[in-house]
């Protein structure tokens, strides 16, 4: 029978990530999507600690600050539409207080800067070659946050620019951490603000510049999240209703080629284990109060236990506590 979709073969990865490693996963929303599937399988990951970061330069420029443990401060951020924001992070950080800005960029800061002393994994996927550089301070921003466009120039970077950024980091995260692993992806989803040629422009280079930099340096990788999405699946129905974000089954395929990818067979049991006790949190019952689901529950707590003393690395406390706020 005839295959009538082009299909990317998984090839192992000699590196393989275990619930014991720390992760860190920045950049664009692709990043989330696999980082917050990390989370629920209980790996040790920090997910985004500046929001969702789209150009090269912001990611590198977030990981600049975060080495260097750098706090935030009055002159960082700026008012604007009634909020406090930074042009380094996502808006999700904007506050109508300005300690409560500060506090929630600084406490992010720092508790990345711990988790990155024993850093075994750097995911970072890149979404756009197109910045926006901000005419008064000449910086390149992570986010306009809808200041008038005037102030801002737009350009898109070069191979060399991208480069250039991050191997400086690269150097300096060997330096403290010798046994670092690197995985780079490049976002699947188009910004077609920019147009449909351009966009491609622009993750050609992307694609282009990390090409550069796997060549250059043995602990660097590439995942190949793009192509998955737009050649091996390459339909609109693992699309969302806007055309543009992977759908929930097309993530669920990345998801799985990357569990293959870098997931030993004891990983993948251990995902299955911890994978029972999220379906287990998430059924519903028509009688919370029955005898046969007090059981239920007091079974799943047991269960939890045991996992938890096996794997002492292992955090069940969000779902122990919600079993037991359903024990009578």
């Known amino acids: 029978m005839k295959t009538y979709r082009t299909v990317l073969n998984v090839v192992k990865s000699n590196d393989e990530i275990a619930h014991q490693n720390k992760l860190l996963s920045m950049g664009s929303c692709f990043s989330e999507n696999i980082g917050e599937r990390l989370l629920d399988y209980k790996f040790s990951v920090i997910v985004n600690p500046y929001g969702i970061l789209f150009n090269p330069i912001a990611i590198a420029q977030s990981l600049r600050q975060i080495i260097d443990y750098r706090k935030f401060s009055e002159s960082d951020i700026f008012y604007y539409n009634q909020r406090w924001q930074s042009f380094f992070h996502h808006g999700r950080f904007a506050n109508v207080d300005k300690k409560t800005c500060l506090n929630d960029i600084n406490t992010g800061i720092k508790q990345t800067h711990q988790h990155i002393q024993n850093l075994d994994y750097l995911m970072l996927t890149l979404g756009t070659a197109n ?14 946050h809808k200041v008038a466009s005037d102030e ?8 060399n620019e991208i480069t250039a950024a991050f191997e400086p980091l690269f150097n300096q995260l060997k330096t403290i951490n010798p046994n670092l692993k690197i995985i780079f992806t490049v976002s699947p989803v188009r910004h077609i603000r920019d ?50 974000h992977p759908s929930k089954l097309a993530i669920d395929y990345v998801w799985d080629y990357f569990t293959k990818t870098y997931f030993s067979e004891k990983t993948k049991e251990l995902n299955h284990q911890i994978d029972k006790i999220i379906q287990a949190k998430n ?5 919370e109060y029955s005898e046969s689901h007090q059981k239920f529950i007091q079974s799943q707590i047991q269960k939890i236990h045991r996992l938890e003393a096996q794997f002492s690395f292992l955090n069940f406390e969000n779902e122990l506590n919600w079993f037991k706020s359903r024990l009578i």
């Open 152 to 159: 801002f120039e737009r350009k898109r970077l070069n191979i």
């Open 131 to 144: 910045v926006f550089v901000h005419k008064k301070s000449n910086e390149i921003v992570a986010n306009c």
């Open 283 to 287: 059924h519903r019952s028509f009688d």
């Open 195 to 244: 147009g449909l040629v351009e966009n491609q422009r622009s993750k050609a280079t992307l694609l282009l510049a990390i090409d550069e930099l796997v060549e250059k340096y043995n602990f660097v990788s590439y995942f190949p999240a793009y192509e998955l999405v737009l050649d091996d699946l390459r339909d609109y129905r693992f699309f969302k209703d806007d055309m543009i």
